[in-house]
């Protein structure tokens, strides 16, 4: 499966983006679909997961304000972000697996190319 992520962009502190990640070669619908970031210097981190039953993980700091969710006639899927912070600043990636729904990079076969959000306080 291949995997595009787009959406980012530099917005400010407060406001919302809508991350996209189309997929094409596979459908999404048998697969778990994670969301991680990394920021400069640091290691990529898990935001978010929408395994292939429609069950929903999030990090415990997005809580509240990151919802992923997928349109299957689109194949794609969904990072609405809210109440963004500059400490949400990373190159955010999606990825799919088929065997795990973890909060791991290792455990994910696919990647997109990330996609830059930017936070200014």
């Known amino acids: 499966v291949q995997l595009q992520a787009s959406g980012g962009g530099l917005v400010q502190t407060g406001a919302s983006l809508r991350l996209s990640c189309a997929a094409s070669?596979?459908?999404?619908?048998?697969?778990?679909m994670g969301w991680f970031r990394q920021a400069p210097g640091k290691e990529r981190e898990f935001v978010a997961v929408l395994a292939w039953s429609g069950s929903t993980y999030y990090a415990d700091s997005e809580k509240g304000r990151f919802t992923v969710s997928r349109d299957n006639a689109k194949n794609t899927v969904y990072l609405q972000m809210i109440s963004l912070r500059p400490e949400d600043t990373a190159v955010y990636y999606c990825?799919?697996?088929?065997?795990?729904?973890?909060?791991?990079?290792?455990?994910?076969?696919?990647w997109g190319q990330g996609t830059q959000v930017t936070v200014s306080s």
């Open positions: 070669g596979r459908t999404i619908s048998s697969y778990n």
């Open positions: 990825a799919a697996d088929q065997r795990y729904n973890g909060r791991r990079p290792t455990e994910y076969d696919y």
